[in-house]
């Protein structure tokens, strides 16, 4: 298959022309040319359209080898030039060949004329690979160093284990030194290596190719500080070993993550202290219905009964009304118990944990109409009145999001010790709901804090149709 070439012929003579256009394609090309005799007409040429090669003659009226040359070169255009004469010196040639011409051939012996095109071209070529691959390392350079030079993060680029190589404006800002004198230091000057879990990290690297970790920087004024470095090994160019690190100063986040867990401490000895006064006002209020105005009320039976046995038999209509009144202080009796039941049953503080979620298991199936089941194989006579009284509510809080939204026919409460930590769950064969949904009720949040405040989990788990199990696991000291 026949190459195609365009070519530019510099020649005042039209037979010369075609001699050389004839040569070309008995080398198998398929030349598309031009003839020109001007630098003006050849100026033209060269900016109207792209060619692989010009050839041109030494002598022509007005113009000549010379002046084709120069205009050439004045384009900026990387084309191959041949020189082709009838009679030069080679003194003259080579004077052409240093300023930029290719090769020279005598117009009586073009017998190299194609191995002269041919290498020219490839020459041409090469040159065009290296100046694509030159201008893409160029930019490829520029993107670095702006990505480099515009990073929030602090880079180093270093020798393992040895001086830094380059730094960027990041590290400066970090560190306060020059990039100059990061030149003259190691890694030790900028981080502090009595760290043991540092040189374990480098290890890692050192291993893996990579690392991340949390360490102490060492400012140029002494100061200390908290930064995240990331670290890896690579190859250059020259194959050899390379270490790239990006450090961040990480103190604003600490100090932001400490005055968190501060603040969580605070509220979580907010949260306690306001669920212990809670629960001795519960208890206090308990007491006081239940001892005052329960025995308000026996004291009024008293009287009521006293009153019936006075009222003469026939008084038919005040035997009524006074029966009536026992019944009502009756009710008022039953109203206190529970009331003062259900604000800390008593039987909590005089019997325990497992006789009050019996005790709570039995109100609870009597008032929804839902088969409860309680079972234990736990001792509840060595934990803390605290844990008693959280483990109770939270069987109570259960309970009553069953009573509220599971649509349950049957509830098993079950306690028990595993593993140094007491077991606590309550299952319901209900409606159940997804788990992954964000919604969270205040209901399922309050158990969470009952567990988190003995240092325990709460786990939940449920499905659409598949009933829902509350779990508690609390360490037992």
């Not at 080898?65 to 384009?75: D, E, K, V, W, Y």
């Not at 880079?155 to 001086?163: D, H």
């Not at 890694?187 to 970790?213: M, Q």
Request: net charge neutral.
């Amino acid at each position: 298959m026949k190459k195609q070439l365009q070519l530019l012929i510099c020649e005042d003579d039209s037979s010369d022309a075609a001699m050389i256009i004839r040569k070309l394609e008995k080398a198998n090309y398929t030349v598309h040319h031009q003839r020109v005799e001007t630098a003006a007409d050849m100026l033209k040429a060269l900016n109207t359209h792209a060619w692989d090669i010009v050839i041109s003659d030494f002598h022509i009226p007005g113009f000549g080898g010379p002046a084709a040359l120069s205009t050439l070169r004045s384009t900026g255009k990387d084309i191959p030039f041949i020189l082709v004469s009838g009679a030069i010196g080679e003194e003259t040639a080579v004077n052409m060949m240093r300023a930029g011409a290719g090769d020279y051939l005598m117009k009586h012996s073009l017998a190299r004329l194609n191995e002269v095109v041919k290498r020219e071209l490839e020459e041409a070529a090469n040159r065009k690979e290296r100046k694509a691959a030159d201008e893409q390392i160029k930019a490829n350079e520029e993107k670095y160093r702006a990505v480099i030079d515009n990073s929030l993060f602090a880079i180093f680029l270093a020798r393992p284990g040895g001086l830094i190589m380059e730094s960027n404006k990041a590290a400066t800002e970090l560190f306060g030194y020059t990039s100059e004198e990061f030149l003259k230091m190691g890694r030790e000057e900028l981080l502090d290596f009595t760290d043991k879990i540092l040189a374990e990290k480098v290890k890692e690297r050192d291993a893996k190719g990579s690392s991340t970790g949390e360490f102490t920087g060492i400012r140029k004024n002494g100061e200390r500080f908290d930064c995240e470095v990331s670290s890896v090994i690579f190859k250059d160019i020259n194959g050899e070993k390379m270490t790239c690190a990006m450090l961040a100063d990480i103190s604003p986040r600490k100090n932001a993550e400490q005055k968190l867990r501060e603040t969580n401490i605070e509220l979580k000895e907010l949260s306690h202290h306001l669920k212990n006064a809670r629960e001795d006002e519960r208890k206090y209020i308990a007491r006081e219905v239940h001892d005052q105005l329960g025995q308000l009320a026996t004291a009024l039976k008293i009287d009521v009964d006293w009153l019936n046995m006075k009222i003469e038999a026939t008084d038919e209509m005040s035997k009524k009304r006074v029966a009536h009144a026992n019944t009502t202080i009756d009710v008022l009796i039953s109203t206190i118990r529970k009331i003062a039941s259900s604000l800390r049953p008593s039987v909590l503080d005089d019997f325990g944990l497992n006789a009050a979620i019996e005790w709570q298991c039995t109100e609870f199936q009597s008032l929804s109409n839902i088969e409860t089941v309680f079972t234990s194989t736990f001792d509840d006579k060595k934990i803390t009145l605290e844990m008693k009284t959280e483990l109770f509510r939270i069987v109570q809080e259960s309970l009553t999001n069953v009573m509220r939204h599971s649509k349950a026919s049957y509830v098993e409460v079950t306690i028990w010790e595993e593993a140094k930590n007491i077991c606590l769950s309550v299952t319901d064969n209900g409606k159940g709901f997804d788990t992954s949904s964000r919604k969270k009720t205040l209901g399922l949040i309050g158990l969470r804090e009952r567990a988190e405040s003995l240092n325990g989990k709460l786990h939940i788990e449920s499905a659409v149709g598949k009933g829902t199990v509350v779990k508690a696991v609390i360490p037992k000291n």
